[in-house]
């Protein structure tokens, strides 16, 4: 079945460092999707990408999807401590079925 | 709007027993999700549901666990008997449109089985 991967697993950053996570699956995804979950909270939807090789930006957070529609990335420019949690990516194959999110990259900021 | 709610926020129970996780979607949602995350499997999607009827229940783990939809503003997930390895965070969600869009997520139940 569909596996999506991340990597990496976990990322120590100073605040102020930029920060990326990846995201991969093993087949064609019809979109991917962004959530962050906060220690101790619930995934939050960040941003939908469905165009192959779009980009988009929500202030200091940049999210691709590749060309082939397999992978995706995750940048914070200037980390802050309220980045900190954890970035799961979800897709869906191209018949939007077999929903299944990644395993997540977990971020620490150390102030 | 309330969000999705869930109840209770925390359950801790002995082996056996049985246990229901409750879930309200947001109102106008027509699909609910089911998902259990640990830190071994991360998070899973275990049912969903369209209008109340179940479409995808392949993720639920074994005849253990079933869950039910009986109107647009509730549903129940339900183990029984209850075995330590089901302790994990279950999560309710809804959206308008299905698995290929935005959803929403409620605050969770943590599951302690003893």
């Known amino acids: 079945g569909q596996q999506v991967m991340q990597i990496p697993q976990y990322q120590h950053v100073q605040e102020g460092e930029d920060f990326t996570t990846y995201c991969n699956s093993s087949?064609?995804?019809?979109?991917i999707q962004w959530y962050k979950q906060r220690p101790g909270g619930h995934p939050v939807f960040l941003i939908q990408l469905v165009k192959s090789g779009e980009v988009k930006k929500q202030k200091r957070l940049t999210f691709q999807f590749g060309e082939a529609k397999k992978n995706s990335s995750l940048h914070i420019t200037a980390t802050q401590t309220t980045d900190v949690g954890t970035y799961f990516c979800?897709?869906?194959?191209?018949?939007?079925?077999?929903?299944?999110f990644g395993p997540g990259t977990r971020l620490s900021v150390l102030p | 709007d309330a969000g999705v709610i869930q109840s209770p926020r925390h359950e801790v129970t002995e082996m056996g027993q049985e246990v229901t996780l409750r879930c309200k979607p947001i109102s106008g949602h027509d699909y609910l999700f089911w998902y259990r995350q640990t830190m071994m499997r991360g998070l899973e999607l275990l049912i969903y549901f369209n209008n109340n009827v179940p479409i995808d229940d392949s993720g639920m783990p074994e005849d253990r666990f079933s869950a039910k939809m009986p109107n647009a503003s509730f549903s129940t997930l339900k183990i029984q008997p209850s075995e330590p390895r089901d302790s994990a965070v279950y999560f309710c969600a809804s959206n308008p449109s299905g698995s290929n869009n935005e959803q929403f997520f409620g605050p969770g139940t943590r599951l302690t089985v003893l």
């Open positions: 087949t064609t995804l019809s979109n």
């Open positions: 979800a897709g869906a194959d191209n018949y939007g079925q077999n929903f299944v």
